[in-house]
């Protein structure tokens, strides 16, 4: 399914169940970020991607005032862009991005319990509807939040099976930012791996 440029620059699928669901993510007033005016950035992408990467939390030039897309726009959000585009060309025409919390915490700090506990339900929704058949969760907070426990550097080398889904862990590319351009490689060369084993597993289950 295309994306379409929406009014205030915002990208977005035309489909209803998406609306709905971007309506939601406007009207919520579930925990502190958004009653200290924080704004939303919902997910993005292709509805219907086999592959979905979550991360932990808009930034804050995700922030719509400035840009109100999920890792855009900064040197983090350029990494992971970098090791998506290399292996999926089509990009959000294929993928789907978003975030376990989708309100940009106070000076980036790492979301709370609760603020991750009251966004829970929108990570569901976008897990109904763009149901994908591979998850890559980028860090510990969404390494979490479906259930791996394991150490990073444990588990971005392993498959993990999370309901139906074919389930991969990897660092979260801001913290790959503080070891250089050498980690950054090996980051890429990771995604490169992990591309591989996504469409092997995706040629066996089609
Ligand atoms: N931008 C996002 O959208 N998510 C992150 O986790 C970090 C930056």
């Not at 292709?46 to 808009?58: N, Q, R, S």
């Not at 829970?120 to 897990?127: A, D, G, N, V």
């Not at 050498?182 to 597993?201: N, S």
């Amino acid at each position: 399914m295309s994306i379409v440029h929406g009014l205030d620059g915002w990208i977005f699928n035309k489909d209803p169940l998406f609306f709905d669901h971007l309506n939601r993510v406007e009207a919520c007033h579930n925990c502190g970020l958004r009653q200290t005016g924080q704004h939303q950035c919902p997910g993005l992408g292709c509805l219907g991607a086999k592959v979905m990467f979550v991360g932990e939390a808009p930034g804050r030039v995700e922030n719509p005032d400035l840009r109100g897309l999920p890792f855009v726009g900064n040197k983090s959000s350029d990494l992971l862009l970098d090791a998506i585009y290399t292996n999926w060309p089509k990009g959000y025409d294929e993928v789907y991005v978003t975030n376990v919390v989708k309100c940009n915490p106070p000076m980036n700090r790492k979301p709370e319990e609760d603020e991750i506990k009251s966004c829970t339900p929108f990570l569901w929704e976008e897990l109904r509807i763009v149901n994908p058949w591979v998850v890559v969760a980028l860090g510990r907070t969404a390494a979490n939040w479906f259930g791996v426990r394991e150490g990073l550097n444990t588990a971005k080398w392993k498959e993990y099976s999370w309901n139906g889904c074919l389930l991969f862990v990897k660092f979260h590319p801001a913290f790959i930012l503080r070891f250089g351009y050498k980690a950054q490689l090996q980051y890429l060369a990771e995604f490169r791996l992990m591309k591989k084993e996504i469409d092997m597993w995706l040629k066996r289950k089609e």
